[in-house]
């Protein structure tokens, strides 16, 4: 039997941090799962995690010494590696660290699954990205865990000099979820792309947090999310780009886009610049509404049933984040996705 | 066709129609005219209930139902059709699968198969091509940066494809050159002809439309109610002396 509070040398985020006031972790952290799992992944084994964090919540696996592995990508993949997390066994605490590496000039793709099939698991997964020069990363992750788990990813990006990585979120699933990205923009011309959907049902909670910092010249980023909140769902949206000394002509970019769709769905939304020079372009934003009416009635007034209509707008709002994606195999992937084939 | 009895309806608590009647018979083409704020549109968004109109008082009669029992997409798959002065965009929504949605939700409301893609492509071809109205808007969203001129044309196609009983257009010609007037006027009097059940119920301002698609009943509404009803002529009555000159004053406003 084991709690995360109990582990040393962690101090767990709170609601008093500024980046966790919308979120509460307590219960997780002293939840007692009957035994810890590590992940296999059938890649090299790493001694070290490859790059450190500030993050808190990164040294649970560091502290329950979960084996980090390495995916090196050195040649172009002609499909995307297909990565499946799915978690079977009830209440025990999961953990997988993986840095997924793609050499200079590489054009790669990675899909990651997570799905569940138990009750009152944990799954702490961290992931750091390192694409070396002029190399490209198209990643997307599809997140389906289902009610009573949770499940924390904490993310490392390391871009080098006109290196690229285009990273989608599909974040489904019922259970409790959060994101953490932390981004050193230290390489000229690098570009980060981070897309989003986020759909959530029922009492469903997903926070996304995001530090991105701009520390070289032409750096680009552009953080992306849209949400569509049913029931009594939550979402946080955390986005914080700081552009420093040496940054100039970045471009950084934020956007959160949200539709209610239910009187007690609720998004907190906090899109932040940080900016110390002055030659750059930078914009940030955030949406929230509800299915625009005139648009419902125009869809109804051709004979369109209420549901039948307010699933195409709905769709239209999402599609853009699958619209994004800009590798094909991709949404080939997503569109031939069924989750039964997985859990 | 349509018996609108005492119709009393209110916009934002305000009472704009003032217990209006109307009778459509099958086969006729009625003209609502009147000046600003007289209540034309409020009557055609209330026939097509728009969220926006509260009917306190009276009765509709539609093909022996109560209209207002029907909720908007019920009185479009009764065969009900209004064509918006101002298509509202909607990205994202691609305008052939739009179509095809709208097509297939009519068939199965009447309990007819629905038409696959093949099906919905062959039909729209030969519809459209009637008339030589360009396909390219199918290819594209849903009224998305349509020019006014490409709004009122996708209408049209709706107009086409649904194939309606009671056609409503209202101010269908504000904004188009007289060729596209000359378009409404073809497919709407082609459609009139195909099916001589078919009723259309049309406001405009203008006398131009008019001269193309020649009304039976000519209806003057002032301060929600029918003031004056009568045939082309008052119409072009209207056109050469103006509303005081046919003895309908402005005291509206």
Same mark, same amino acid.
């Given at each position: 039997m084991m709690k995360l509070i109990d582990l040393k040398n962690i101090k767990f985020p709170t609601k008093k941090d500024e980046e966790f006031r919308k979120i509460d972790l307590s219960l997780l952290y002293g939840y007692e799962f009957k035994e810890k799992k590590d992940h296999v992944l059938d890649f090299d084994v790493l001694n070290n995690d490859a790059l450190s964090s500030n993050n808190e919540l990164y040294k649970i696996n560091q502290n329950l010494d979960a084996k980090s592995y390495e995916l090196?990508?050195?040649?172009?993949?002609d499909e995307p590696i297909v990565i499946i997390h799915k978690l079977n066994d009830d209440a025990v605490l999961n953990t997988s660290t993986l840095n997924i590496k793609v050499a200079k000039e590489i054009q790669a793709s990675v899909i990651e699954v997570f799905v569940s099939n138990c009750q009152n698991s944990f799954y702490s997964v961290n992931r750091t990205f390192e694409v070396e020069q002029s190399a490209n990363l198209n990643y997307f992750k599809y997140q389906d865990i289902k009610e009573s788990n949770s499940l924390i990813i904490n993310t490392i990006i390391d871009l080098k000099d006109k290196a690229t990585i285009e990273h989608s979120n599909f974040e489904l699933g019922d259970g409790v979820n959060v994101n953490i990205y932390e981004t050193a923009l230290n390489s000229e011309e690098s570009n980060l792309n981070i897309n989003g959907l986020v759909r959530l049902y029922n009492e469903t909670k997903s926070s996304s947090i995001f530090n991105t910092y701009h520390n070289n010249k032409?750096?680009?980023?552009?953080?992306?999310?849209?949400?569509?909140?049913h029931d009594h769902s939550r979402a946080v949206f955390e986005a914080k780009s700081i552009v420093n000394d040496g940054a100039n002509f970045s471009k950084v970019l934020q956007n959160s886009n949200t539709i209610l769709l239910s009187d007690d769905a609720v998004i907190f939304a906090k899109p932040h610049l940080e900016i110390h020079i002055d030659e750059l372009e930078a914009s940030h934003g955030a949406t929230v509404g509800s299915l625009n009416q005139e648009q419902l009635l125009y869809l109804r007034a051709r004979g369109i049933s209420d549901t039948k209509a307010y699933e195409m707008l709905l769709s239209a709002f999402e599609n853009e984040i699958y619209d994004n994606i800009k590798d094909d195999k991709i949404k080939e992937f997503i569109t031939n996705f069924k989750r039964s084939d997985y859990v | 066709m349509l018996d609108i009895k005492d119709l009393k309806v209110?916009?934002?608590? /305000?009472?704009?129609? *003032?217990?209006?009647?109307l *009778?459509?018979?099958?086969?006729?083409?009625?003209?609502?005219?009147?000046?600003?704020?007289?209540?034309?549109?409020?009557?055609?968004?209330?026939?097509?209930?728009?969220?926006?109109?509260e009917v306190t008082d009276g009765d509709i009669d539609y093909k022996g139902k109560d209209l207002l029992e029907l909720d908007v997409s019920e009185r479009a798959n009764e065969g009900i059709f209004m064509s918006f002065q101002n298509p509202v965009e909607v990205p994202g929504v691609n305008n052939s699968y739009f179509l095809r949605t709208a097509i297939n939700e009519k068939?199965? %409301?009447?309990g007819q198969e629905e038409l696959d893609t093949m099906e919905f492509l062959k039909l729209s071809k030969t519809q459209l091509a009637k008339f030589d109205i360009? /396909? *390219?808007?199918? *290819?594209?969203?849903?009224?998305?940066?349509?020019?006014?001129?490409?709004?009122k044309r996708n209408e049209l196609m709706q107009l086409l494809l649904l194939q309606p009983e009671l056609i409503m257009l209202d101010e269908i010609d504000s904004g188009l050159d007289v060729d596209a007037i000359k378009t409404v006027a073809t497919v709407v009097n082609d459609m009139l002809q195909e099916d001589k059940n078919r009723s259309l119920l049309m406001i405009t301002h203008y006398d131009r439309l008019l001269s193309l698609i020649k009304p039976d009943f000519v209806h003057i509404l002032k301060d929600g109610k029918i003031v004056k009803?009568?045939? %082309?002529?008052?119409?072009l009555e209207l056109d050469s002396k103006g509303y005081e000159g046919i003895g309908i004053n402005d005291e509206i406003n």
């Open positions: 090196n990508i050195v040649q172009n993949t032409s750096s680009f980023s552009n953080i992306n999310f849209k949400h569509s909140l | 209110n916009i934002n608590d /305000k009472e704009i129609l *003032k217990g209006l009647d *009778k459509i018979n099958p086969g006729e083409i009625h003209v609502l005219m009147g000046q600003n704020g007289a209540g034309k549109s409020t009557l055609v968004k209330t026939l097509s209930a728009h969220f926006d109109c068939r199965k %409301y009447n360009d /396909k *390219k808007l199918m *290819k594209r969203d849903l009224n998305d940066g349509f020019s006014g001129g490409e709004k009803t009568g045939d %082309y002529n008052l119409a």
